[in-house]
Nanobody, 125 residues
Framework: VQLQASGGGLVQAGGSLRLSCAAS????????IGWFRQAPGKEREGVSC????????YYVDSVKGRFTISRDSAKNTVYLQMNSLKPEDTAVYYC???????????????????WGKGTLVTVSS
């Protein structure tokens, strides 16, 4: 069972990146998938979640209107499209599998079952 986040990189403020979260060894469709991030010296925070059906999406206020989460069941992959990036978005981004399937407590890292290795996003000013 493995999750792998990818797509990070260095981008200027105002730019865009699309992160991917791919699963192997299990079917993502049974889980809600959350995206978390951890900036240097800060605690990990949940930023977005998509329900197992894909019908419900959630975002923290700091990314609303800029980030879009989506899932492709055929590819067993969840995406996080990040637009209008700001320097404060700089962090290591992780995806995680939420067994509630409905993003019940998507900002709580303790509620997640599986974690992928993170991908670094750096936004320069």
């Amino acid at each position: 069972v493995q999750l792998q986040a990818s797509g990070g990189g260095l981008v200027q403020a105002g730019g865009s990146l699309r992160l991917s979260c791919a699963a192997s060894g299990f079917t993502l469709g049974y889980y809600a998938i959350g995206w978390f991030r951890q900036a240097p010296g800060k605690e990990r925070e949940g930023v977005s979640c998509i329900s197992s059906s894909g019908g419900r999406n959630y975002y923290v206020d700091s990314v609303k209107g800029r980030f879009t989460i989506s899932r492709d069941s055929a590819k067993n992959t969840v995406y996080l499209q990040m637009n209008s990036l700001k320097p404060e978005d700089t962090a290591v981004y992780y995806c995680a599998a939420d067994p509630s399937a409905v993003c019940y407590d998507y900002t709580d890292s303790n509620a997640m079952d599986y974690w992928g290795k993170g991908t670094l996003v750096t936004v320069s000013s």
